[in-house]
């Protein structure tokens, strides 16, 4: 009878849990990219000086959570790679960091997506994250602004590795137009 009575709560138990596991995992959660169309002259801010780090907004991360649970969410790895124009000469890297930060310009810190850091997201709300890329020029800024056609961004894969790219295809093409 002992036995039995214990089996009986052990299953419940693990019934209990596996339904909380199932309601989490299949809550009504929403990641958006939202990516801008084209990225002008007010979205760049370009270097001051010695400094050649060049920083432009491209875009918002808006994470909703309409389910029951608090959402653990793990920033996804971004990287942008310049495309320049026919013709024009290639600096010494075309990657560009792809970031997230509460700021368009990103005058906070940058949200570190490469230790898999998790934002909560309680229910009932939503969080919205700038998407912001830096690249460090090498040479003649003016020069470079003139000779880039635009940003391909990438999704990184989330297995450690951080150079395999999830897919040959971009996640987005934005063109620069100044």
Do not use: H, W
């Amino acid at each position: 009878m002992k036995i039995r009575i214990a089996l009986i709560l052990l299953l419940l138990v693990f019934l209990v849990g596996f339904t909380t596991l199932v309601l989490y995992l299949n809550q009504d959660f929403k990641e958006e990219f939202n990516f801008k169309n084209v990225i002008t002259s007010q979205d760049i801010n370009y270097p001051e000086g010695y400094n050649k780090e060049i920083k432009a907004n491209i875009g918002e991360l808006i994470l909703i959570n309409n389910g029951i649970f608090t959402q653990a969410y793990s920033m996804k790895r971004l990287v942008g790679c310049l495309k320049l124009k026919e013709g024009a000469s290639s600096p010494n890297s075309l990657q560009a960091t792809v970031y997230f930060s509460s700021d368009a310009f990103s005058t906070s810190a940058p949200l570190n997506t490469y230790n898999n850091e998790n934002i909560e997201i309680p229910v009932g709300s939503n969080k919205t994250y700038f998407i912001n890329l830096r690249y460090y020029a090498s040479g003649d800024v003016n020069q470079l602004s003139e000779d880039v056609q635009g940003v391909n961004i990438y999704l990184l894969e989330d297995n450690g590795n951080c150079n395999a790219l999830k897919s040959e295809k971009p996640l987005k093409f934005i063109p620069v137009v100044l």
